[in-house]
């Protein structure tokens, strides 16, 4: 029976024609990618799924160019952006799959069974995938919403946060959104002399009424029921198509559509959670659903790269294990479950007696 054999895909394998992957893995950050390119390595297909248009996680997005000076063997440190790259070059070499600007949405179980395991159905933002194990790697971090339409620009112009002080003074803005950091951050604009024009969705905004009273007071001009549909450079301006084709000129588009939030994906998935809203595991880092494991951030209390790409292999070869020797997991499983009962009778003798002194 196959167990730790390092057997690379062939470069010319269809994945297209798969009717089904292996092993599909939720995030492309140290965890994600340590998990993948332990399956890939060892034959399973795998495809890795990614909210964001880069790998990396928080070390490529948080902290790129900091150096990190914690990973063993690079003495001299690294930053975060060369450590992503590197990491995610040697998943694409084990031929790692990816689809990115694309978000899990929830896991089905089906009734389709390949070797007496039923298949898993990943629905994302895009698409769905058939899988035999699912290893949710996506971290706990809230993620700005990023706007297609204006993210494509690749431009510094498009903010994601809250201006900062004198950031914005008396430039022409359209702040995308209509929560409440929407509109603050039109209240800040105006009161550095700027010009705003909010883009609402909806039929009218969100946010606190009197929040929308100071933008309006100060000159916001609010677009309810209007989109950004696309947008383009003009010299060094950002021309912006909205709805019904008006078009808008800005010097800056601020971003504020909300986030990707791990625990409304946790409790749509129906996983177990613990008291701080991360997800539980067992000792082989598979959640309350038989065959979907979680590693790294998701669930751990020590938050580091090293920690979570230990975890990352480790769940990549359990699930390794069930797909290519079920019988060796099942039985060392049976055999923890003895222990943890014998473990449960004996602390409950034990409070008895107590119990019985008293
Ligand atoms: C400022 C800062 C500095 C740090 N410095 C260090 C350091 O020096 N050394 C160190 O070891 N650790 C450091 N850490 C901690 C370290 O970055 C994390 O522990 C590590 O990134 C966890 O990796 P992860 O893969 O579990 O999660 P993440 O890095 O959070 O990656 C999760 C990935 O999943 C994606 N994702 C999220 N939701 C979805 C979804 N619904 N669908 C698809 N994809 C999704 C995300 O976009 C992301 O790419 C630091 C953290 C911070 C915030």
Request: glycine share 8%; proline share 3%.
């Amino acid at each position: 029976m196959a167990d730790f054999k390092v057997t690379e895909l062939d470069a010319d394998f269809d994945f297209d024609s798969l009717d089904y992957w292996d092993v599909v893995i939720i995030g492309a950050g140290p965890a994600g990618l340590a998990a993948s390119l332990t399956t890939a390595h060892r034959g399973l297909t795998t495809l890795v799924v990614e909210a964001k248009d880069k790998p990396g996680g928080q070390p490529q997005f948080l902290y790129s160019d900091k150096k990190i000076v914690d990973i063993p063997g690079f003495p001299d440190g690294i930053t975060g952006e060369e450590l992503s790259e590197r990491t995610f070059r040697q998943a694409t070499n084990a031929l790692v799959q990816f689809r990115f600007n694309e978000e899990l949405v929830t896991i089905e179980d089906t009734e389709q069974l390949e070797k007496d395991d039923p298949l898993k159905r990943v629905i994302t933002s895009q698409g769905s995938y058939l899988c035999r194990k699912v290893i949710m790697a996506c971290g706990l971090l809230h993620y700005p919403r990023r706007l297609a339409a204006l993210d494509q620009l690749n431009s510094k112009k498009v903010h994601y946060k809250i201006p900062k002080i004198g950031d914005y003074e008396g430039n022409q803005v359209i702040v995308v959104g209509g929560g409440d950091s929407a509109l603050d951050a039109a209240v800040m604009v105006l009161q550095r002399a700027g010009v705003v024009d909010l883009i609402v969705r909806g039929e009218a905004t969100s946010g606190k009424a009197d929040t929308l009273a100071r933008v309006v007071q100060q000159g916001g001009r609010v677009h309810t029921n209007t989109e950004v549909i696309s947008a383009e450079f003009a010299g060094d301006r950002i021309a912006a198509t909205l709805t019904g084709d008006a078009q808008i000129e800005c010097d800056h588009a601020i971003v504020q559509i909300g986030f990707l939030s791990a625990k409304e994906t946790f409790e749509r998935l129906n996983l177990k959670l613990n008291d701080d809203g991360s997800i539980a595991i067992d000792p082989y880092y598979e959640t309350s659903r038989r065959g979907i494991f979680a590693v790294g951030d998701v669930h751990g209390d020590i938050k580091l790269i090293a920690v979570a790409w230990a975890e990352g292999i480790q769940a990549a070869i359990y699930a390794f294990k069930e797909i290519t020797s079920p019988y060796w997991l099942n039985e060392k499983r049976l055999h923890d479950h003895k222990i943890a009962l014998i473990g449960e009778k004996m602390s409950h003798a034990a409070s008895q007696t107590l119990k019985g002194k008293n």
